[in-house]
């Protein structure tokens, strides 16, 4: 059977980056501990959520690949014997830069990188200020654990990525996410949200019959502009198998380490009972190419 341990950082930030890169290390050695041989990290798990507000200053916090933080994580990934899945602001060259996912084989080497494809620009995810969207395409990543399909974020809401990843072979989909509560939502529309997320990532799994790992920062990240209050990030860092079943999923209001077995080995009986690739009528699927369909 092809199963293994995946372990999921999810972590509460501070502008102590140095504190912050401890914890992370800290978490990871923990993961390794309890068997996992993949863990995933957050969406920019080095620092603050810096996108709330737009501030050429924060450009700084950027660095090229490879570079401090790729070494930083070779050699944790190294040292635990585990495939990592870590998330940087990548400065490729003055004035481009990207929300780049870099995966580590148990090697320390680096397998391969995601550029995020598509940027969000909402109140306080004012991500298009900082990010250029991906030129690489949605190419899964080979390693010693498997073939990954890393996308980041935003990435989540968008059923085509998935499905690409998965046409690729795919045996898994995994989203560094940081997503959370604006203060003045009500309980009933945080709610909605919180089970949107959930729902739309589950419904990959379903989909394309592989597991999901979606791995979400928690904890409240003030607005430096002080124009909000902030961004509760929700946490709910949750595995789901191939028919979108629950796994584990963690708390909202905490910093938590989960360790998960997953069963790569099931997808295949899963795709036989609901054979999706099988029916997709690739003949009539032009339109999605297009933005909008008009009459």
Same mark, same amino acid.
């Given at each position: 059977m092809n199963k293994i341990k995946v372990g999921l950082v999810q972590q509460a930030n501070t502008a102590d980056i140095r504190s912050n890169l401890r914890r992370l290390a800290q978490s990871i050695e923990a993961c390794a501990a309890a068997g996992a041989k993949l863990v995933v990290l957050q969406e920019l798990h080095n620092s603050l959520y810096f996108c709330q507000t737009e501030s050429t200053d924060v450009f700084d916090l950027a660095e090229p690949i490879p570079g401090p933080s790729t070494g930083f994580?070779?050699?944790?990934?190294?040292?635990?014997?585990?495939?990592?899945?870590?998330?940087?602001?990548?400065?490729?060259?003055?004035?481009l830069y990207h929300?780049?996912?870099?995966?580590? !084989?148990? !090697?320390?080497?680096?397998?391969?990188?995601?550029?995020?494809?598509?940027?969000? !620009?909402?109140?306080?995810?004012?991500?298009?200020?900082?990010?250029?969207?991906?030129?690489?395409?949605?190419?899964?990543i080979q390693t010693s654990v498997g073939k990954l399909g890393v996308l980041v974020c935003w990435d989540?809401?968008?059923?085509e990525a998935a499905r690409l990843m998965a046409l690729?072979?795919?045996?898994?989909?995994?989203?560094?996410?940081?997503?959370?509560?604006?203060?003045?939502?009500?309980?009933? *529309?945080?709610?909605?949200?919180?089970?949107?997320?959930?729902?739309?990532?589950?419904?990959?799994?379903?989909?394309?019959?592989i597991p999901v790992v979606a791995?979400?920062?928690?904890?409240? *990240?003030?607005?430096?502009?002080?124009?909000?209050?902030?961004?509760?990030?929700?946490?709910?860092?949750?595995?789901?198998?191939?028919?979108? *079943?629950?796994?584990?999923?963690?708390?909202?209001?905490?910093?938590?380490?989960?360790v998960v077995e997953v069963d790569l080995e099931r997808s295949e009986n899963v795709r036989r009972w609901w054979p999706f690739l099988r029916d997709r009528r690739i003949d009539e699927y032009g339109g999605l190419t297009k933005r909008f369909l008009d009459e």
């Open positions: 994580y070779s050699e944790l990934a190294s040292a635990c014997g585990v495939v990592l899945v870590t998330s940087l602001f990548e400065r490729r060259a003055p004035g929300n780049t996912a870099v995966v580590f !084989d148990r !090697d320390g080497s680096v397998a391969g990188k995601y550029r995020k494809m598509h940027i969000p !620009d909402d109140p306080a995810y004012y991500e298009k200020f900082y990010f250029t969207p991906g030129d690489i395409g949605f190419e899964p989540q809401w968008y059923p690729k072979g795919a045996q898994m989909l995994i989203y560094p996410t940081a997503i959370g509560w604006e203060s003045s939502d009500t309980d009933d *529309e945080k709610a909605r949200q919180l089970n949107a997320w959930i729902i739309s990532q589950r419904a990959h799994a379903v989909a394309n019959g791995v979400n920062r928690v904890g409240h *990240e003030p607005d430096p502009s002080g124009q909000t209050n902030g961004i509760r990030f929700w946490g709910n860092s949750f595995v789901a198998g191939p028919q979108g *079943e629950l796994l584990a999923q963690a708390a909202n209001d905490r910093p938590e380490n989960i």
